[in-house]
């Protein structure tokens, strides 16, 4: 009888163990994305007419200009290096256009496809909107905090791309 109750003291002690080492790990996670996981299909930070605002909120929480990142160049016509086609509609663009290669996260799983973005150089103080096209592919070296862009968005906001990295703000436009 006394080997069975400390077989169940033993056990329970394990559990409730087990329990408080489980919740310190989960502290130490950062913020779930507000994006991820629904079965909704919408898009973050777009407002839809049948959707609510702050469905699903842009990065940065739309107060203090945005996200911060890293703005670097890239080229998005055929042999440059870009790499393939954009993953979002499979088609080279021209460095022309104001368009832009997100961070895997920010990506969102294709979600931002097609959708604009307001970006603002810390440098300069110019902001433009920029199209999503591509992923810049944080599982395959890309950091995970780039914003990719055209040279025509580098353009935009007075910078030469042979400076290679400029700090940025953006967010859903």
């Known amino acids: 009888m006394a080997n069975t109750k400390l077989v169940a003291l033993v056990a329970t002690l394990m559990i409730l163990l087990l329990q408080v080492s489980t919740f310190a790990v989960a502290r130490h996670h950062g913020k779930p994305d507000p994006c991820e996981g629904g079965d909704d299909d919408s898009v973050p930070g777009t407002l839809h007419k049948h959707k609510k605002p702050g469905h699903c909120p842009s990065p940065g929480g739309g107060s ?46 294709g979600r931002r496809c097609h959708k604009p973005i307001r970006i603002t150089s810390k440098h300069s103080g110019r902001t433009v909107v920029a199209r999503v096209v591509d992923e810049c592919d944080s599982r395959h070296g890309c950091k995970d905090n780039i914003v990719d862009t055209s040279a025509a968005v580098w353009k935009a906001l007075g910078h030469d791309t042979s400076i290679g990295e400029v700090p940025v703000t953006w967010s859903d436009a």
């Open 64 to 109: 203090g200009g945005g996200t911060a990142g890293v703005m670097t160049v890239n080229g998005f016509e055929k042999g440059q290096d870009g790499g393939g086609p954009a993953e979002c509609d499979g088609k080279y663009h021209s460095n022309g256009d104001l368009i832009v290669a997100l961070s895997t996260r920010w990506y969102a799983g």
